[in-house]
Structures are given as structure tokens and as C-alpha cells.
């Protein structure tokens, strides 16, 4: 088995201190602002990074709890397979949400639609590219019939 082991590169400071009432993903979080503060070792990396409207943050979920590999989504009321799903309980908890990039200054990254929680550990920051990121003729599996309505979270994850 290969070890990995990342350094956090930042901290993200955002409203949401619990897991209940935290919006799902960056699309149910429009006007949620927060900043992504980057550790000084790391802020020449920012360079050039100001002409992007939107960055991939990958983030430690630092508040998850233990995993299981059948989970009812937040959109679900049907078990489902952990991987088919973006539940923070994960063998490796990372988080993937692609935010707004408001403004840079210094070493303080503002951002605009925040699924995350405060203090929550980034592990690095990507430019978000349509061209790169982007696809047609999307299948979404079970969400094509999901029965949940929720923006927000619950504590099914603490
Ligand atoms: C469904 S996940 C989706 C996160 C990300 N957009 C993704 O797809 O990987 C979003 C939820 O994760 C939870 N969450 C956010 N930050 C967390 C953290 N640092 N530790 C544990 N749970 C967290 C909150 O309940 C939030 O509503």
C-alpha cells in the first residue's frame, strides 16, 4: 500500500462552523462569501492566479466521521455506493468545490459559494478551465431520480 501524507497549504475561513445547515455544494451556496488564507511559504503559488474567475479547492473534510461504503446521500433516501456520491466520509476525505474567486490580497484568497466549513485544512488550489473541466452529454446516475430536495446538510456525516 502506497502512504500519502499532504501538508495543509491554507485554511479556509468560512460562516458555517457544523455540518447541519451548510450548504450541499457551491451550487446551493450563491451568495455565501468566505476567504481561503494560503500559509506564507506558499503565496508566491498565487501568482497569476487573480486572471481565473473560478479555482478548484481541494480541501481535508477535518470534521468527517468514520466511513461506510453505503451511504444515503444528502439528495437520497436510497442507499448508494459511497464512490457514486460526494458524502464527506470517505477512506480519504478530500473535497472538491469549485468557488467564485472574488479577489486576491496578499496572502487572502475571497471566494463566493462556500459548501465548506471553517477551519477546514486546504490541500491545494486549481485553476478552474472550462475547456479542461467542462463536458457534454452528462449522465448523472441516480440523481437523474433522486427523491431529495435539500440545499442544506444535516449532521448524517459528524
Ligand atoms: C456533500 S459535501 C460536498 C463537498 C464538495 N463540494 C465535494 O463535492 O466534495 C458538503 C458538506 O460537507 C460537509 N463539510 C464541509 N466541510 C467539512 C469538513 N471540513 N469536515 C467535515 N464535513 C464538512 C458539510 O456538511 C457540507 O454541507
Same mark, same amino acid.
Given at each position: 500500500?502506497?502512504?500519502? %501524507?499532504?501538508?495543509?497549504?491554507?485554511?479556509?475561513?468560512? #460562516?458555517?462552523?457544523?455540518?447541519? $445547515?451548510? #450548504?450541499?455544494?457551491?451550487?446551493?451556496?450563491?451568495?455565501?462569501?468566505? *476567504?481561503?488564507?494560503?500559509?506564507? &511559504? !506558499?503565496?508566491?503559488?498565487?501568482?497569476?492566479?487573480?486572471?481565473?474567475?473560478?479555482?478548484? /479547492?481541494? !480541501?481535508?473534510?477535518?470534521?468527517?466521521?468514520?466511513?461506510? /461504503?453505503?451511504?444515503?446521500?444528502?439528495?437520497?433516501?436510497?442507499?448508494?455506493?459511497?464512490?457514486?456520491?460526494?458524502?464527506?466520509?470517505?477512506?480519504? #476525505?478530500? $473535497?472538491?468545490?469549485?468557488?467564485? /474567486?472574488?479577489?486576491?490580497?496578499?496572502?487572502?484568497?475571497?471566494?463566493? $459559494?462556500?459548501?465548506?466549513?471553517? &477551519? *477546514?485544512?486546504?490541500?491545494?488550489?486549481? #485553476? !478552474?478551465?472550462?475547456?479542461?473541466?467542462?463536458? %457534454?452529454?452528462?449522465?448523472? $446516475?441516480?440523481? &437523474?431520480?433522486?427523491?431529495?430536495?435539500?440545499?442544506?446538510?444535516?449532521?448524517?456525516?459528524?
Amino acid at each position: 500500500m502506497v502512504m500519502c %501524507e499532504y501538508n495543509a497549504i491554507g485554511v479556509v475561513h468560512s #460562516p458555517f462552523k457544523e455540518a447541519r $445547515g451548510t #450548504p450541499i455544494q457551491p451550487s446551493r451556496a450563491k451568495d455565501v462569501m468566505g *476567504t481561503v488564507e494560503i500559509f506564507d &511559504e !506558499y503565496v508566491e503559488g498565487l501568482d497569476d492566479l487573480d486572471g481565473f474567475s473560478h479555482i478548484i /479547492l481541494l !480541501y481535508h473534510f477535518h470534521r468527517s466521521g468514520p466511513y461506510r /461504503l453505503k451511504v444515503k446521500p444528502f439528495l437520497d433516501t436510497s442507499l448508494r455506493g459511497l464512490f457514486a456520491t460526494r458524502a464527506p466520509s470517505r477512506p480519504n #476525505p478530500i $473535497g472538491l468545490s469549485v468557488v467564485e /474567486l472574488v479577489g486576491i490580497n496578499g496572502n487572502t484568497l475571497s471566494v463566493r $459559494g462556500l459548501d465548506i466549513l471553517d &477551519e *477546514t485544512p486546504v490541500l491545494d488550489i486549481k #485553476p !478552474y478551465v472550462g475547456e479542461f473541466d467542462d463536458r %457534454e452529454d452528462i449522465r448523472t $446516475g441516480w440523481l &437523474e431520480s433522486a427523491r431529495g430536495r435539500t440545499d442544506v446538510a444535516d449532521d448524517r456525516f459528524e
